[in-house]
């Protein structure tokens, strides 16, 4: 576990910067003495192994401390932020304790402890918890609470276990390669399943995690000579969009996108402008890493992970073979079998040991997936099925808009038609539509909209909220009767 990692390290290299807190230093033998520290101050507050605990901290080191070292007691912990919509009521219900910087008015909480400064400088100290006073490890001990997006409706609780967690960032480490001389920086808040795991996979290679809000991320990069980053693709495009003009390309920097598929045109702004390698990683909170996408011109076909098992299957669940699009079911070891609370889901997703996804997907070969979108997102087109993705790119290649969402609707006689919304065209309406048509043309498209938004509405994750967007071109165009329906 992370816990045991970090005394590794503080017995190893006691001085080795572990964290840099907006400049300031924090080595390994102060992580593992804080780590400590904050144990005997949970237990003595009656946080008890098996217990659930939300924690609600805008200091991300500190908020860190408190997961890790609920983590060692056996304690399950959830991430909770400000921006946190009340919807996954069953988290709250399922709360023993809550240690907050703020209070939740609008969600009732069993338990609620604050964290102020008074009791974080009293815990620091304070003794470390004794050895001896530890509990056992167990494997599948619960330890991190995760909710899903909600993109496709109500939010889902998975409980996950210690041994997916270790799996989860053993894997990271192999596969962006992580060592001892890594420095990654935090761009992501811990309420998001993937920061959770990405330092805590840099934490155990005994690499630097940075945290720094003072300065542009970019000059961050650069200050700190940051070797890893992960982000959303939404982010990186906002990172590009502001980069400093005079701002040098680091010499080496990985940057992991993750969360949504990053497309061509975003691939080679970001190894032009900021990284020198780019890596795309297809996966889910349900079954971790599966694929990614290395290398510019892969056509959105990525490599599947040594640990991962994926199938192509039709509606009847039989498999199909290579070259056919189909719905993807995946499997590995390190996978969760349920949703917390809600048996229907888990019927509907999780069968015979496999992960059921809302994906459509075609294998190439034996190792080679490409996803193609949503099954409940796909554009049929005269019995054409076309995923919106495709659309957009094909969009923000021949437009200069600054982004793109499509769907689907049938008009008045039946047939479907796409409506398209972009944002910051600089070229005018007629010359707009021009070039979208062009573009579009190998599609054989019989008709299609398009609509001017001031935005496309994304979750935080950087994925299209198609309903959201349904509706923001309702708002500013005239669609059809039962568009929403």
Known sequence: MTADHIAFHASKRPDAVAFI??????????????????????????????????????????????????????????????????????????????????????????????????????????????EEALPPKEADEIVRIIHTTGTTGEPKLLRSPRHTQDAWAGLWIRSVGLTDRSRYLVTMALDVAPAYTWPTAVIRAGGTVVFETRQHVAQAISTHAITHVAMFPIHIDAILDTLPEKFEKPSNLSLTSLGAPLSETLRERAMARLATFVSNWYGSNEVGLVSCISSSGSGGIGTIVPTAQVEVIDERGTQLPPGQLGRLKIKTPSMHTEYFGDPEATRHFFKDGWFHSSDLAIRHGSNRLQIVGRSDETLNIGGTKVPPTAVEELVLRVTDAKDAGAFSLPNREGVEEIWIAVTDAK??????????????????????HVVRLPRIPRNPGGKIQRDLLKRAVAEASELPAGWNS
């Open 427 to 448: 070229v005018d309406d007629k010359e707009l539509r021009e070039r979208i048509e062009r573009g579009l043309r190998p599609l054989q498209l019989a008709a299609f």
């Open 21 to 130: 807190d907006n400049g300031r230093g924090i080595t390994y033998s102060q992580f593992n003495r804080e780590i400590r520290q904050f144990m005997r101050a949970l237990s003595e507050i009656g946080v008890k192994r098996g217990a659930w605990a939300g924690i609600a901290c805008d200091d991300f080191y500190l908020h860190w401390v408190l997961l890790l070292a609920c983590e060692r007691l056996g304690v399950a912990t959830a991430s909770l932020s400000r921006r946190l919509d009340p919807k996954p009521q069953r988290l709250f219900e399922n709360l023993e304790i809550v240690l907050s910087e703020w209070a939740f008015p609008a969600i009732t909480v069993k338990r609620f402890h604050p964290i102020t400064p008074q009791w974080r400088d009293e815990v620091r100290r304070s003794p470390v918890v004794a």
